[in-house]
């Protein structure tokens, strides 16, 4: 399996018919995991996140989605800390990786490829998978 990065509002819309399909696939017709509404949101409140739309791939078929972002916050108004999120989180409660098959294997190899990136997120986006094989809660630095 394959893992790429969209980090552009152009390969976010080129991708467009393979996330309705893929959401159609699943029979999770929800409003805040459609295309449609995933990148309205990004185009008018994305603010000053960086866009990380993860795909997995198999072949040329696309068979998972993790429409993420990354965000600088600063704790106690000093540290700046990259935060790992959902596009759309404080308008939805419903945030979600929309997988083909195998869901566990494709979020496992989406936090796989977040561990060996440069940015180094996966501290705070493994706290939304507690219950992917293999992933750890534990912050940075944590015993």
Not at 114 to 127: A, H, I, Q, Y
Request: hydrophobic share 40%.
């Amino acid at each position: 399996m394959n893992i790429r990065e969209l980090t552009t509002s152009d390969e976010l819309q080129s991708v467009s018919n393979d996330w309705d399909t893929l959401l159609g696939a699943r029979g999770e017709e929800v409003l805040a995991s459609n295309f449609l509404w995933v990148s309205t949101w990004w185009a008018h409140l994305r603010g000053n996140r960086a866009l990380r739309v993860l795909i997995a791939e198999e072949g040329n078929r696309i068979v998972g989605v993790a429409p993420l972002y990354i965000e600088t916050v600063y704790r106690k108004s000093l540290v700046p800390v990259k935060v790992c999120g959902f596009i759309g989180d404080g308008l939805s409660d419903y945030g979600c990786i929309l997988a083909r098959d195998n869901r566990a294997a494709i979020c496992a190899s989406f936090l796989s490829h977040l561990k060996t990136t440069p940015s180094r997120v996966v501290e705070t986006f493994v706290t939304m998978w507690p219950s992917v094989k293999g992933a750890s809660t534990k912050r940075a630095g944590s015993k």
